[in-house]
């Protein structure tokens, strides 16, 4: 998808755009840089004025986040200014080994998420984004050929802006849902929860901290720069949000559940929330979607909720600039839903599961936790499943039947003929087409090479046989081990010729 650029918001703001996105967090700025760089017109409206707030929840990016961040030019920069954690320790009985992750990326990189959303930003200026700050959304209307997104504006002056799609990227109190009327439903797993942001005059042992007992549970994670994200939770101390909360409180709990404070001082913030678990049933609406927190929320065990919302504009991204280019219907959105909702769901349901571990504090409850710690520590393709769903390297998507085993899974990053990656290839944002060396695209396409700015063709570095064809978003469409030359280029032309209509080509 060749990139374009354009003014900045700053410069000539419109009032017409492909595609609306509401959010400027890591979803929404994700998704306004792919739409852009595949030559779109995108405007990412934000409530909020201008500036990045360093006071964020997020504070580790996964393998899998990292790897798309590598198709955009990105991981390497965010990388070499966090901190990897390589071995994750749970309550001191579980041990995770993210080294053996076969990645790019195998560890944590623990890094405040305003970081990830200062490279994001960037990019999508660069690319031609546009970004409308002090901008609510109060209204919306859809018709057959578009979405109008009634908007307030910082001097309190209504707006009608429109738009070929709409994407909801604004939290967990998304407007757009609550305009569209959707439900949202699940309940709280989890009340008063303290974060904090404090100094420590003793480092930790470890750089991920976290314990718990019956009753309570704290963690503590570094930002790099001297400054420490604490968590914590009293199960005797359940109080409103509202509630004010102090540095006594965090240090009180963190006493308890990891025997010490660190000396913890000079907190610069101090918040209480509370977590949940919910998912709109329904991804789209019409011409309408919602990503991120918008669409699922679930506890902040296991660190997924910007990973997986990250992911979400990644899978939505190349959909929306095939169906807007006209390379594709637009019942190719449909597969959105189908693709990342059981996703949204299977981090739900995971997450969820190491809360309640957490909070055990019956007898029955703790054995069944020593039980689940036993059987995860002691038995590796369990270990492997489970840092697979928390990396986000093991998530694949439904297959057709009868296609290849690949078909639907994550492509690792393939080392390339001349010296090159796939996830270096991937930031073209096209298909890319992987087949053995000596085999042309026009050849193992039967005389055609599909559409010209379809895909990019590469062959495989080594001897290996099978052919590739890799989505934008890192996933296999479609694979082939087929020897006989004829068969081979008929199946092939035909994986060419479908990937744009469905999302995953057969």
């Not at 290996?464 to 032309?493: F, M, S």
């Amino acid at each position: 998808m060749a990139g374009s650029t354009r003014d900045t918001p700053r410069t000539r703001p419109s009032d017409t755009a492909d595609v609306l996105i509401v959010g400027a967090g890591p979803t929404g700025m994700t998704l306004a840089g792919d739409l852009a760089a595949a030559g779109l017109a995108a405007t990412v409206l934000e409530k909020r004025p201008p500036g990045t707030s360093n006071l964020t929840r997020a504070f580790g990016v996964h393998a899998r986040t990292l790897e798309q961040l590598d198709a955009r030019g990105l991981a390497d920069e965010l990388v070499a200014r966090g901190r990897q954690v390589t071995e994750l320790r749970v309550f001191n009985r579980l041990s995770l080994d993210l080294g053996r992750l076969r990645t790019r990326f195998p560890f944590l990189l623990v890094t405040p998420q305003y970081e990830v959303e200062r490279l994001l930003g960037r990019r999508a200026l660069e690319a031609g984004a546009c970004f409308r700050y002090g901008t609510e959304v109060t209204a919306l209307r859809q018709d057959a050929n578009g979405v109008e997104a009634v908007v307030r504006e910082e001097d309190g002056t209504a707006r009608t802006l429109r738009a070929r799609y709409l994407v909801g990227a604004d939290g967990v109190h998304s407007a757009v849902r609550e305009l569209l009327g959707l439900p949202f439903p699940g309940a709280s797993v989890i009340k008063s929860i303290v974060l904090a942001d404090v100094r420590l005059a003793e480092e930790p042992e470890s750089l991920l901290t976290v314990n718990g007992t019956g009753g309570t549970f704290a963690f503590v994670v570094p930002f790099g720069d001297g400054w420490y994200r604490v968590m914590g939770w009293d199960r005797g101390h359940q109080v409103p949000d509202s509630e004010p909360a102090d540095l006594d409180e965090v240090r009180r709990i963190a006493r308890t559940a990891l025997g010490t404070d660190f000396g913890m001082h000079d907190a610069r913030w101090i918040s209480r929330f509370h977590s949940d678990e919910r998912q709109v049933p329904a991804y789209r609406d019409k011409r309408v979607f919602l990503a991120g927190d918008a669409a699922h929320v679930h506890s902040p065990a296991g660190g997924q909720g910007m990973n997986t919302g990250i992911q979400d504009a990644v899978n939505l991204g190349w959909k929306l600039a095939a169906v807007v280019r006209g390379q594709a219907p637009d019942t190719l959105l449909d597969t959105y839903q189908s693709e990342r909702h059981p996703v949204g769901l299977m981090v739900l349901r995971s997450s969820g599961a190491i809360v309640r571990l957490a909070m055990a504090h019956t007898p029955l409850q703790r054995a069944a936790r020593s039980l689940a710690y036993g059987f995860l520590g002691t038995v590796m393709p369990a270990a492997h499943r489970a840092m697979g769903m928390i990396s986000g390297t093991g998530i694949a998507y439904s297959a057709p039947r009868r296609a290849h085993p690949l078909t639907g899974r994550r492509a690792p990053d393939i080392a390339l003929a001349g010296g090159t990656r796939l996830y270096e290839t991937l930031r073209g944002g096209r298909f890319v087409l992987v087949t053995p060396r000596g085999e042309a695209p026009g050849e193992a396409a039967d005389g055609t090479s599909g559409p010209p700015d379809l895909f990019v063709h590469a062959h495989w570095a080594g001897p290996r046989r099978t052919a590739l064809l890799v989505r934008p978003d890192g996933y296999i469409a479609w694979a082939t081990d087929e020897k006989d030359p004829a068969r081979r280029a008929t199946a092939l032309r035909t994986a060419l010729r479908t990937a744009a209509n469905k999302g995953m080509a057969g």
